[in-house]
């Protein structure tokens, strides 16, 4: 163990110095200027996606129209993120109402599979592949929801770019290449992965045209038949045929009784800031928690990459995740105290277990009375933003590749707990805990920036890293995702398990020597970790000069435009 720290050591102490080219304006970190439009902004993982929305803004269409239609070309040309297998969350700011609006589109486990079925098959947690973690994809009745109450262009409209370049092919990215090359290894033994992403015997390789008729078609069937032709027609009957001859239980009552929540946002006010995420079952209020902590440090005094913040990102974060571990659940099962949360009366209390000399080696959770992903977002000529997440989990998903339909199913039921009686047990029909999670923030009022970090426990992580980058430390858009993020790793999960040690911290290239020692003196425990970082995408609305600001970053295949 000493030899792996010494390692992780030097080749940190050997990346802190390579940063970016010489900038003449901006932090050397950057990877470029932030992209200024002003009618539209789209910022996706995949620059054939952004283009696309752009195509449907263009064409007068909304925000939400053009996510979606993003969202399904990242479906074909992201398949290790994204896909309609999986689930979608998404908070939109609607300029004709001037109100967010929050959307949990996030499915169910089978109304047939029960804890006892895991217990008296001696399972001590749920499988990550196979048919036992597949729950509802609830990626398409999002899609309808949002179009239903913001959408202008017809489905047909929006889906034609997708449907077009699954039918003639896209040219698939260096990134995606090696992480479908990655995932085949293990998933190609499942029976319709091949057929669907190996066609000619192999995953498809940087440059060459990857076709998916299956995926086509099934696309074709949603635009003309709208949500039930996927949830109660042909396309339902294949997935559950599917899965049954896999040794699944999902059934087509699971798919037909599937719906989708309007809900309310939450927020904490962070130096002048209100920053929106999501209520549970997703992760999303850990953010706000850690911003609360962090609220009362001069975190701007202390400067960027220095070992005072870091050890206090840290602490603050591991405070925040073990009440992730405890609380985070389906609210429809449980009560549970998010006011209490994410209030500023309850960060003053977790805050003063920090030491702010000392690692912690262990946080309890607080004590309350209780009653690899995409990111997207765009922004339109009409004022509406969007920000947007979909997922299938573990990059493509359980490996479920249901016949003829060119698409996985995800394995999110996989976050569930074994363990009665904790809030995220596992139990039918209920939505498991998540990690995708949307971010928004207004100021007075208004719409300032939307914007996401990919990257299962990362997210919250880095969305606390994107504000403070910003509010705290002043680099814009651009600057604020490209700069060297932190990631501790070893905090309690919502599927069991205690944090030990203190955990770990991985640190991107660009953080000095000087702070690694010091934190390594504090008590931390660095380690190496290559692309476990997230991938980034914001807009900013300049409400001064009515312009839209859009980024992107290097970590991913990503593209910020407008026009």
């Known amino acids: 163990m000493k030899c792996f720290h010494l390692f992780s050591l030097a080749l940190l102490c050997l990346s802190s110095s390579l940063y970016g080219q010489d900038r003449i304006t901006g932090k050397n970190f950057a990877t470029r200027s932030e992209v200024i439009a002003a009618k539209g902004m789209v910022c996706t993982s995949q620059p054939l996606a952004t283009q ?27 398949p290790t993120g994204c896909g309609i297998g999986g689930d979608l969350f998404a908070i939109i700011w609607d300029a004709k109402t001037q109100k967010l609006y929050g959307l949990n ?18 399972y001590e947690k749920i499988p990550a592949f ?12 999002g899609w309808f929801e949002m179009h239903d109450k913001f959408g202008k262009l017809p489905m047909q409209t929006i889906l034609a770019p997708a449907i077009s370049y699954a039918e003639e092919g896209f040219p698939v990215s260096e990134l995606i290449a090696y992480y479908m090359g990655r995932s085949a290894r293990f998933l190609q033994k499942y029976p319709g992965f091949k057929e669907t992403y190996m066609p000619n015997g192999q995953a498809p390789a940087k440059g060459e045209l990857f076709r998916n008729p299956y995926l086509a078609n099934t696309y074709r069937q949603i635009a003309e038949g709208g949500r039930a032709a996927f949830y109660q027609g042909d396309i339902a009957k294949t997935i559950v045929k599917y899965i049954r001859e896999q040794g699944g239980l999902l059934s087509e009552r699971d798919l037909a009784e599937h719906s989708s929540t309007w809900v309310e946002p939450v927020s904490t006010n962070y130096r002048g ?40 990102f840290v602490e603050a974060k591991k405070l925040a995740y073990e009440d992730r571990a405890k609380y985070y659940a389906d609210m429809d099962f449980n009560q549970i105290p998010v006011d209490k949360l994410i209030s500023k009366s309850y960060a003053e209390e977790r805050r003063q277990l920090i030491n702010d000399q000392r690692a912690g080696r262990s946080y309890p959770a607080g004590d ?30 359980s490996g479920m ?8 199913l995800q394995d999110r039921g996989e976050l569930f707990s074994l363990e ?40 919250p992580q880095g969305h606390v890293q994107i504000l403070v980058n910003m509010i705290d430390f002043g ?58 970082y997230g991938g980034y995408q914001a807009i900013m609305w300049d409400a001064k000069n009515k312009v839209y600001y859009g980024a992107s970053e290097s970590r991913k295949d990503g593209q910020a435009a407008g026009y």
Not at 273 to 278: A, G, I, K, P
Not at 437 to 459: E, L, N, R
Not at 483 to 504: C, D, K, L, V, Y
């Open 52 to 78: 696309i929305g752009l195509d449907i803004l263009k064409q007068g269409g909304t925000a939400i129209d053009a996510a979606i239609a993003a969202n399904a070309a990242l479906g074909l040309m992201e």
């Open 105 to 122: 589109a996030s499915g169910r486990s089978p109304f047939e599979l029960t804890l006892d079925y895991f217990k008296d098959n001696g």
């Open 130 to 141: 196979g048919p036992l973690p597949v729950s509802v994809p609830g990626c398409v009745d």
């Open 273 to 312: 800031y209100d920053v929106w995420e999501l209520p549970p079952n997703g992760q999303g209020i850990a953010a706000l928690q850690i911003l609360n902590v962090l609220e009362a440090y001069d975190l701007q005094g202390m400067g960027f990459g220095s070992a005072e913040y870091i050890h206090t």
């Open 368 to 397: 309350l009375e209780h009653g690899e992903t995409i990111y997207l977002t765009v922004a339109d000529q009409y004022g509406n933003m969007v920000s947007l997440i979909q997922s299938n989990f573990r990059g493509m998903g």
């Open 401 to 408: 590749t249901p016949d003829g339909l060119g698409f996985i």
């Open 420 to 459: 009665e009686g904790h809030f995220n047990v596992y139990a039918p029909h209920k939505r498991p805990f998540h990690t995708i999670i949307p971010a928004f923030v207004t100021k007075d009022g208004q719409p300032f920036m939307s914007f996401g970090v990919m990257g299962g426990a990362m997210q």
């Open 475 to 532: 680099m814009n858009l651009q600057e604020a995702g490209d700069a060297p993020r932190i990631q501790h790793f070893g905090s309690s999960e919502p599927t069991g398990g205690q944090m030990t040690n203190g955990g770990q911290v991985a640190l991107e290239k660009g953080i000095e020597y000087e702070s690694i020692r010091q934190l390594m003196r504090m008590g931390h425990r660095i380690r190496f970790d290559l692309g476990g």
